[in-house]
């Protein structure tokens, strides 16, 4: 029984009992570390307990707002740039210094390594149930709960495979615990068939589980986030990347696999329907949160919301974020504890709250806010905006997600105004400066009332939400019937609920527009959700260098190269110039705003290398381990 020994003092530790549903008697005989095989998967609680701390590591693999245990992911996308604080991960990323060889920084269980030996936990638990016919929950009341454990052990699985084809693509598929000796050298498999394995997991998983958790377990796997992890994997294999797209210098071991089959949006469009539709007792399971009216604009300080933030944010913008109702109608999968709410405050507010702004957001997000005009929303940098917006006064009439999401120069903030010209709040010189140095503040996530003494944690974004869904479904009718009434609504009834105007009209009959639309509703609705730097990767948005590099050149300034490349190579801020025609008034002085580059270091642009940085590399010790798995494209 050695080698069993061994096993679960792997998969148990030296755990304390407190991390188990309850104690008993027997638990307390003998340290969990001596305990075979048999006696763990014969007793109910300690099975429960290697299931909870299944919960546990899972949601370590995938935190939204420290996804780099010190960063978000936002400041390796043109969502943010990012300060040298804890070792300046994020700039690790945008100057190319990472790799197989030298690793990846910041490792909080979201890579490889950590992913497998969380999939092999979940395949030991499955194992030992199965072997030693684990029984229910002995205490009244409680039976089924070994069924459930079951279905959230099969969920967790699937769901730590859907994190390792985000990251990586194709993997090997592992479903039987793995020991020493046992062969090691397992190839890859084609992502679609990982796609399917992981729904058979989602199915597995939703036959046992609750239709809806009760109060007391709430967060725990139901039947809404089986199909939510469907939907998220169908839509995945749908993208460019592995539907149709053209990779340069393309190696991947299924590549033929990856042509266009438009059936792959077809069950991307009926995964999400599913949970569109799910119905519990009679009604819909999910709902956007609609809480307050566009009038109501109180804020966290228990103001009336003229001194924090200028009826600028109403409530409700805020309070989708933090209030049960929306986490309990709206999240489909989420984790919790994401973050100290001190620390939090520390990473992102101003100078002048006693922060030092560790994701700074970019122009490139800002751009994405439309304008409003004449009651509908277009991109500021389309034909209807010119001469309506104006790049030297950019912050007028745009989207009201857009004043909640970020401080910009001049705007209302725990009831002063920001003022990015001159004093603590200024422009930073570079990533290095605890002051931003794209103009730009992150304000989404925070509430104003906050301090860095707030010693409670607080809860990161769903990892995914009702609207995610609902661009899923609007995105899959539109490439396989094309646009429509349902889905043009559907759009708008997201942006509805942020007291955002329509679409206009023409996207009911445009293709194109309407997909355009799409992908830009999912970047601000989303913007700092942990989406971003997935999303530019499945859709192959290219490193445009010699774009770029050709028209800065050439046109010498960022207000002549406008709009930017979808690209994740450039990054641009905002500064307030003084101007006694400026529109823009803070303390007494006038100012326009004026585009500029932000510089990577010593860069002028970020690296982002295609196909290199389109997935993450396996690092040579697992190559070395497993000599029939093939590196990813770029990184040989």
């Not at 007793?43 to 899972?58: A, R």
């Not at 780099?68 to 990012?82: I, K």
């Not at 684990?134 to 730590?160: A, H, K, M, Q, V």
């Not at 956007?288 to 003229?306: E, P, Q, R």
Request: net charge negative; glycine share 8%; aromatic share 14%.
């Amino acid at each position: 029984m050695m080698k069993t020994k061994n096993i679960l003092k792997y998969i148990v530790g030296i755990t304390a009992c407190t991390a188990f549903a309850s104690c008993n008697d027997y638990l307390d005989k003998m340290p969990d570390d001596q305990k075979t095989e048999q006696d763990i998967f014969t007793h109910y609680d300690y099975v429960d307990g290697l299931v909870t701390n299944l919960y546990e590591d899972s949601r370590n693999s995938n935190k939204p707002l420290i996804f780099f245990r010190d960063f978000s992911t936002a400041p390796v996308t043109d969502e943010c740039a990012a300060s040298q604080h804890e070792g300046a991960t994020p700039h690790q990323f945008n100057i190319g210094n990472w790799g197989p060889v030298q690793g990846l920084p910041a490792s909080t269980g979201q890579y490889w390594w950590d992913l497998y030996a969380r999939v092999r936990k979940a395949n030991i638990i499955l194992e030992g149930i199965a072997k030693y016919n684990t029984p229910d929950n002995p205490r009244d009341g409680r039976t089924g709960d070994l069924s459930r454990r079951i279905g959230e052990t099969f969920f967790l699985r699937g769901y730590l495979y859907y994190l390792l084809i985000r990251m990586y693509g194709e993997v090997p598929y592992v479903d039987k615990a793995l020991y020493p000796g046992d062969n090691m050298n397992i190839p890859k498999s084609s992502y679609h068939e990982l796609v399917e394995k992981i729904c058979m997991d989602a199915d597995s998983a939703y036959n046992r589980v609750y239709d809806i958790c009760p109060d007391n377990e709430f967060g725990r796997v139901d039947k809404g986030a089986c199909l939510g992890l469907k939907a998220m994997v169908r839509w995945m294999a749908a993208t460019p990347m592995w539907n149709g797209g053209t990779m340069p210098n393309d190696t991947r071991v299924f590549k033929d696999e990856y042509t266009y089959d438009e059936q792959r949006w077809v069950k991307a469009k009926e995964a999400a329907k599913a949970v569109i539709d799910f119905q519990v007792g009679g009604k819909k399971r999910y709902s956007l949160y609609t809480a307050s009216t566009a009038n109501d604009y109180k804020d966290w300080n228990g103001g009336d919301g003229t001194t924090a933030n200028n009826k600028m944010v109403p409530y409700r913008l805020w309070n989708m974020n933090f209030d049960p109702e929306a986490i309990r109608n709206e999240w489909v999968w989420f984790g919790t504890r994401d973050k100290n709410a001190g620390g939090w405050c520390g990473d992102v507010c101003p100078p002048s709250m006693n922060g030092h702004a560790r994701q700074r957001p970019l122009q490139e997000q800002v751009d994405e806010y439309e304008i409003v005009i004449d009651g509908y929303g277009y991109p500021i940098y389309s034909d209807k905006a010119k001469g309506v917006y104006d790049d030297a006064n950019p912050y007028v009439n745009r989207d009201p997600r857009f004043y909640r999401d970020i401080i910009y120069h001049g705007a209302t903030f725990n009831k002063g105004q920001i003022n990015t010209a001159e004093g603590s709040d200024r422009i930073g010189e570079s990533y290095q400066s605890d002051r931003s140095h794209t103009g730009y503040y992150l304000r989404k996530f925070i509430k104003e009332s906050w301090t860095r003494d707030q010693d409670y944690m607080m809860h990161g974004p769903a990892i995914f939400r009702l609207p995610t869904i609902m661009y899923i479904y609007c995105e899959a009718v539109n490439n396989t019937t094309g646009p429509s009434e349902e889905i043009y609504n559907m759009v708008n009834e997201i942006r509805a609920r942020s007291f955002m105007a329509p679409m206009p009209p023409e996207v009911k009959t445009n293709k194109a527009l309407m997909n355009e639309y799409i992908q830009r509703e999912r970047r601000v609705e989303l913007f700092y959700e942990n989406d971003r730097i997935w999303h530019c990767r499945l859709y192959l948005e290219p490193d445009a260098e010699a774009q770029a590099e050709a028209a800065w050149k050439a046109l010498g300034s960022p207000a002549d190269y406008y709009p930017y490349p979808k690209t994740q190579r450039t990054s641009h801020g905002m500064r307030p110039v003084e101007d006694p025609n400026g529109k823009i008034v803070v303390n007494g002085k006038h100012y326009r705003m004026e585009r500029f580059r932000v510089k990577v270091g010593d860069l002028d642009f970020r690296v982002f290398q295609t196909p290199r940085h389109y997935l993450f590399p396996i690092m040579d010790d697992e190559l070395k381990r497993s000599p029939s798995l093939e590196q990813n494209p770029g990184w040989d």
